[in-house]
């Protein structure tokens, strides 16, 4: 596979493991009954967004670079407070 066939196949990954979690959270929310967002969700969303921010850098488009980051932060933010959640259990 060629430099920039790699890229591209780094874009799509990350864009099917970002857009895996909206399934993930869809049949785990079909399986309690009631809408709940799974860690996986967010573990996905980590994934997929560096992927997707790695290959925004790489393409050097800023407003990609910019949204990417921000979201990733959030998504980090998620798993950080689920994680404090744990443990206070």
Do not use: C, D
Request: proline share 2%.
């Amino acid at each position: 596979m060629q430099g920039g066939n790699l890229w591209i196949a780094a874009g799509f990954a990350g864009q099917a493991l970002f857009g895996a979690r909206f399934l993930v959270q869809w049949l785990w929310s079909e399986f309690h009954g009631k809408s709940v967002v799974p860690r996986a969700f967010w573990y996905l969303s980590v994934a997929g967004g560096a992927l997707l921010l790695t290959y925004a850098i790489h393409r050097g488009e800023p407003v990609f670079i910019t949204g990417e980051t921000v979201t990733l932060l959030i998504f980090l933010r998620n798993l950080q407070l689920i994680s404090r959640r744990w443990q206070k259990t």
